[in-house]
């Protein structure tokens, strides 16, 4: 199976141990379901498994360590005992006496009776006089076979409507043919699946320092020159560009192959112009230029980061790139 240049970039930097939590899971998830991509990262752990003597080990200073203890709460000082305010007594107010009626003369509170008002007769209300006429009776039951009528005649369409569609649906011979339906032509697309396509030869390089450790990954597909840089550990300087650069000694001087992004991925097609002896041979280096890239077209420092190409996965034919 090939795979994108993404997926053998993603497979380097899980060997070199580059990526974070949630993209190494995501690895391991990738390797448990594909076999081929799982061995593709264990080709690329045989292949970079030098890289590890190539870095020194950085022991941490003690303070790490006290600034550890000091978040979770390990400290050596003591804590002070956590003292509780008291709480205040309560007073408890006796409730009010409750007042008492007096045998005597009665209860403070008793209204004397208000005199009974007298009803009011109200006046006799005066029945309407109906007068029924016969007239009304007659236009009403016209209005009644009327509403019927119309009542019949909508059913009736109705039910020849729901027959019509019945027989358009499930026998539409049996119609005639000014309301026989139509046939209906349905064109249905197939589509061909594209012929697999020959694994090409791949190539990465790692860009790193002085002091080791990659800063970019550089991937090179061997069949159609494009390449992609990843940013792995190159701390970015407010300002200033990242400039990558082809240096060989079959050309008079070094070719800018342009400006890497502030992406994590920047991809470039420029390659597509160089001899492949150049490509293979040539050393690829970044520098640090002013924002945009160098204004006139040459380094204007000194290289800060190097690396030459490894083929990583060989082609159908292992044949360098043409």
């Given at each position: 199976m090939a795979y994108s240049e993404d997926h053998i970039a993603l497979a380097a930097e899980y060997a070199l141990g580059t990526l974070d939590a949630e993209e190494r899971a995501q690895v391991e998830t990738m390797m448990a379901v594909d076999s081929e991509f799982a061995a593709l990262v264990q080709a690329w752990q045989f292949r970079l498994g030098p890289?590890?003597?190539?870095?020194?080990?950085?022991?941490?200073?003690?303070?790490?360590?006290?600034?550890?203890?000091?978040?979770?709460?390990?400290?050596?000082?003591?804590?002070?005992?956590?003292?509780?305010?008291?709480?205040?007594?309560?007073?408890?107010?006796?409730?009010?006496?409750?007042?008492?009626?007096?045998?005597?003369?009665g209860s403070t509170f008793d209204p004397e009776p208000a005199p009974s008002p007298e009803p009011r007769r109200l006046p006799e209300a005066r029945r309407p006089r109906v007068i029924f006429d016969e007239r009304n009776v007659t236009a009403l039951t016209g209005r009644v076979k009327r509403w019927r009528g119309i009542a019949s005649a909508a059913t009736a369409i109705a039910a020849a409507l729901l027959v019509t569609l019945g027989l358009q649906i499930y026998k539409p011979d049996a119609l005639p043919n000014a309301i026989r339906p139509k046939p209906r032509i349905q064109t249905v697309e197939v589509k061909t699946p594209a012929p697999a396509l020959t694994p090409s030869a791949q190539y990465v390089a790692l860009l790193q320092g002085p002091n080791g450790g990659p800063a970019f990954i550089m991937t090179i597909d061997g069949a159609t020159k494009n390449f992609t840089v990843r940013k792995v550990g190159a701390p970015s300087e407010p300002g200033k560009s990242f400039e990558l650069w082809l240096i060989s000694d079959k050309l008079p001087q070094p070719r800018s192959l342009g400006v890497i992004g502030a992406d994590d991925f920047t991809a470039r097609p420029v390659l597509s112009g160089y001899d492949p002896d150049v490509i293979n041979g040539a050393t690829y280096a970044v520098t640090v230029e002013q924002a945009g890239g160098s204004p006139n077209g040459q380094p204007t420092s000194a290289p800060i980061f190097t690396g030459k190409l490894i083929e990583t996965v060989p082609g159908s034919s292992a044949s360098p790139p043409r």
């Open positions: 890289l590890n003597q190539m870095v020194g080990l950085v022991e941490p200073r003690p303070v790490v360590w006290d600034n550890i203890k000091a978040a979770i709460g390990h400290t050596s000082t003591p804590q002070a005992p956590l003292v509780l305010p008291e709480t205040p007594a309560t007073t408890v107010t006796p409730p009010p006496s409750p007042v008492t009626d007096d045998p005597e003369f």
